[in-house]
């Protein structure tokens, strides 16, 4: 599992002029708020099938799968990730 802080160090390595502008501390709790605002977007969906797009992230599309678990039926909702596009001309 890939923690908060380590996503900040790998940011914080990739563009050191983000250092002196905000605080390791800071940057967590702002990915942290981000990361709750999306999965509350996803948790109001009512519409499943429903697409969230991130730009630059990726899109989420939710699923309800119904199961049977001893003889009873339950729902689970999933929720599918598909990575944006990279395009190599910018990673250079």
Known sequence: MMKLTEIVENIMIDNPLLRDKISK???VALIHDAFFQLVKKLDEQV???EVVR???LGSFRTRVV???KE???ETEKRIIFRPAKTNPEKSE
């Open 54 to 56: 991130v730009q630059g």
């Open 71 to 73: 003889g009873q039926k």
């Open 66 to 68: 119904v199961k049977e």
């Open 47 to 49: 519409e499943f099938e």
């Open 25 to 27: 501390k800071e940057a």
